[in-house]
């Protein structure tokens, strides 16, 4: 009689520990600009620094420990793709920003 074994298609998961320690970071790199913005005492622009800070940690948090990407030869491809679709999205949301700008620009009567 044969057995079925069903696998995961080889896709890696963390162990619990892998787990614990995204969840604490996640919960850190929240609490942080929180605790800026309502503090309240901070520069405009420090406070949006310390904001995209935090956004872009808690980015490669999540990627690291909840998606589990890696620089193995394995996870090539996701990394590949990943990089596409941040270099798509920035093409389009810049281009968006750029061509608002100029219209807003243009569209000014008399200046």
């Given at each position: ?48 620094a310390i904001i995209l800070l935090c956004a872009v940690a808690q980015i490669f948090v999540q990627l690291v420990f909840f998606l589990h990407m890696n620089t193995s030869s394995e996870q ?36």
């Amino acid at each position: 009689m044969a057995r079925s074994v069903q696998t995961h298609g080889g896709a890696a998961h963390g162990s619990v520990k892998e787990y614990v320690w995204g969840l604490f970071w996640s919960v850190v790199l929240t609490a942080i600009p929180f605790a800026v913005v309502m503090i309240g005492g901070f520069d405009g622009r420090l406070t949006l620094a310390i904001i995209l800070l935090c956004a872009v940690a808690q980015i490669f948090v999540q990627l690291v420990f909840f998606l589990h990407m890696n620089t193995s030869s394995e996870q090539a491809w996701n990394t590949v793709s990943a990089v596409f679709i941040v270099l798509i999205v920035a093409i389009v949301v810049l281009g968006s920003i750029w061509i608002m700008n100029h219209l807003n620009h243009n569209m000014l009567m008399g200046h």
